[in-house]
């Protein structure tokens, strides 16, 4: 073997150095992980991409497998939905802050329910005492959704009930509403939260049992494809899991999981999923990192239309179409100088946007300390309205495809949920997991261990944990929402006056029948209806549920 | 022997299912030697104060983040003296504004730990308290 020449000889070693260097420096980089514990490089290329294929991995708007937005020209033929969570006190109230929002733009409502209701407990109930009106609308019967709704245009502006334990009540009240306003059923519109495998995981507001609350979610699944097809029975919920303490990834795998159950429990009553599964739709959480939130929902997105094809053979393109509302999450708001949130809520709204939601909402710059006042509302639909009208993000599909950091996020993260749900399966299945309580150790765990990375400065939050100022003066800056007792007052008069002035023997009868077939197998909805018209109470219902189903024992292992 | 290490009850008063708090205080208190309780959601005062009892606790953390803060706490010190157990510390942490702070310390609330209170801080005053007593 001859030795190579001189000249080159030293090239080789020239290079050779420069290569250690570049690997000493590379070492010397800030290593950065994400929350969902993906590795990032400080530099992508096409080499990340080697096998990326246009047609296979994203498709074009509107095509499968819908990466980069389910429909053909996104906000450039419709904008997203503005659709600001608000509800307070009594539904006269509401009523008037849903028109005040109305009159400023918004184009779609989210009601908020007081906490007694969202428990299936009336006004009146000592258990509500404290609570009438604290943090969303009290409802108890039918009369409150006709108040509630008056005069603004139920056709034309789409209501989202946040709205689980009581789901069914709610929802059959909100049909009721609007029969009676002379919409007929199959033309409603709306949806409801309707989830409650989220709410043993995080949020709470459970009542019954996991295996009756399912029959009442397939109940309202199965009776509005049946009757209303328009209406969106339920949205799933990644947020609450993930302000629970979950990684990014856990919220799209958990809520993939929980969607599944749904789908299977709905299909044992003979419905294909093509079917049904159209009418389902996603709420997601935004906080933390813009492009890990990116990838996580174009990955999402891609990654529903493929179980969706491959898993339950579906072959009606609106069952694939991964249909959400991403909003900017509490969980990433500070209580420390609060206008820094309005900030957040910007960039939350512009995460949003290039993710290709249907539907937007941000929690507004004072919600770490009240329900938002009007100011802070209409910042957060200001936020909403001048990403479309100002800063060009309803121009162009989809405008971060292509970018080599962002595909490769995309597969990452799509890789990743799959991993994460293929472990769900193995250990049981969800409802197995959240009936033993193992979902939520393992996100009160990540709670936790989140806590501690912002305790130590770890994970930053700028002007909490970092460049914090000692003397705080948040308090003056928030406007907080008083606790009206009088409010209370005039709401449980209002409820006497009603049980006093319905037909009481028909209540009676409605709530026997609705008694009679929660023993049996039949779907309960016509039966909650059948009650929610005669002016039944929430309570009352619930209280006749509970009867048959007794209630939820919470596994408390920590 | 070993040295008795301090009880702590964490409850979650009311209709209020936001529990994150409450968890992760548990699992702080629990990684600072403490024996933890948690009593899971919606407990009524009365359901707390038999835990507590029960339990034979030092010390009891009320999470509250609805708003609720200042009924639920006046009912839960009324509920202590009734029950001539009024020696068990009482603290507070959630979302519970500076300024409802004065009027809780008169009702007897010992400690209030808003959101992002630091654990050592928690864990600290839990400790130096209940040796006081």
């Known amino acids: 073997m001859s030795e190579p020449p001189e000249g080159a000889k030293g090239a080789g070693k020239a290079d050779d150095k420069k290569k250690e260097e570049k690997k000493r420096e590379e070492k010397k980089v800030r290593p950065v992980v994400l929350e969902s514990g993906i590795e990032v490089k400080p530099v992508y290329g096409p080499q990340d991409l080697e096998d990326f294929d246009y047609g296979k991995d994203l498709g074009n708007p509107g095509e499968y497998p819908f990466t980069r937005g389910i429909h053909p020209l996104m906000y450039r033929s419709r904008p997203y939905t503005m659709r600001q969570y608000a509800g307070f006190g009594t539904p006269r109230e509401t009523n008037q802050r849903f028109k005040y929002l109305i009159s400023q733009g918004q184009n779609a409502l989210n009601v908020a329910f007081s906490l007694h209701s969202q428990m299936g407990i009336d006004s009146d109930d000592p258990l509500a005492e404290g609570e009438v009106g604290r943090v969303g609308m009290a409802v108890d019967t039918l009369r409150d959704f006709e108040e509630a709704f008056d005069g603004i245009p139920i056709d034309r502006i789409s209501t989202s009930l946040t709205i689980n334990g009581s789901a069914a009540i709610m929802i059959a009240m909100y049909l009721a509403m609007a029969e009676k306003r002379g919409v007929k059923l199959e033309d409603v519109r709306g949806n409801a939260q309707n989830d409650i495998l989220k709410e043993y995981i995080g949020r709470g507001t459970w009542i019954f049992p996991m295996e009756p609350s399912i029959r009442l979610i397939t109940d309202t699944i199965e009776y509005c494809t049946r009757k209303a097809p328009k209406y969106y029975p339920v949205s799933v919920c990644g947020y609450h899991i993930r302000e629970s303490g979950a990684n990014p990834v856990q919220e799209i795998a958990y809520a993939y999981c929980i969607a599944r159950a749904y789908i299977r429990s709905v299909m044992a009553r003979g419905l294909h999923p093509d079917e049904f599964v159209g009418r389902f739709s996603f709420n997601f959480d935004i906080h933390g990192n813009l492009f890990e939130q990116v990838g996580k929902f174009r990955a999402a997105r891609r990654l529903w239309a493929r179980i969706m094809k491959n898993e339950f053979c579906c072959t009606n393109p609106d069952s694939m179409q991964m249909k959400m509302i991403a909003g900017g999450g509490g969980g990433g708001l500070t209580i420390e100088e609060p206008e820094n949130n309005i900030v957040r809520g910007a960039y939350y709204g512009l995460i949003s946007a290039l993710s290709g939601t249907q539907t937007m909402a941000l929690c507004s710059y004072d919600e770490a300390y009240t329900i938002p006042s009007k100011k802070a509302a209409l910042i957060s639909l200001r936020t909403m309205q001048m990403l479309v009208e100002e800063m060009g993000l309803a121009d162009t599909v989809d405008p971060l495809a292509g970018s080599y950091y962002i595909e490769w996020l995309t597969n990452e993260f799509e890789r990743r949920i799959m991993q994460e749900m293929t472990r769900v399966d193995a250990q049981g299945g969800m409802e197995r997991l959240v009936a033993d309580g193992t979902i939520q150790r393992e996100v009160s765990r990540q709670a936790y261990l989140l806590e501690k990375k912002l305790q130590t400065g770890e994970m930053v939050k700028v002007g909490m944990n970092k460049y914090r100022q000692e003397e705080s003066l948040e308090e003056q800056t928030v406007e907080f929402h008083e606790y009206n007792v009088a409010v209370a007052k005039e709401k449980i008069e209002g409820l006497k006056q009603l049980k006093a002035a319905r037909d009481g023997p028909a209540v009676k009868a409605a709530l026997d029948r609705l008694r009679n077939a929660a023993k049996g197998k039949d779907n309960l909805m016509p039966f909650i209806l059948e009650a929610v018209k005669a002016y039944a109470t929430v309570g009352e219902m619930t209280n006749v549920m509970k009867e048959v189903f007794g209630t939820f024992k919470e596994p408390v292992n920590l | ?133």
């Open chain 2, 1 to 133: 022997m070993p040295e008795k290490r301090i009880r702590v009850l964490i409850a979650k008063p009311g209709l209020d299912g936001h529990d994150v708090g409450a968890k992760v205080v548990a699992h702080a208190l629990r990684d600072a030697g403490m024996e933890v309780v948690y009593t899971g959601l919606h407990q009524t005062v009365e359901q707390i104060l038999a835990t507590a009892l029960q339990e034979d606790v030092d010390v009891i953390g009320l999470s509250i983040l609805s708003g609720a803060h200042l009924p639920i706490a006046e009912r839960l010190m009324a509920g202590l003296k009734a029950e001539k157990a009024d020696d068990i510390m009482v603290v507070l942490g959630g979302n519970i504004p500076r300024r409802d702070h004065d009027r809780l310390r008169a009702m007897g609330v010992a400690g209030i730990f808003p959101t992002s209170s630091r654990f050592e801080k928690i864990a600290d005053f839990i400790k130096e308290k209940v040796k006081v007593q």
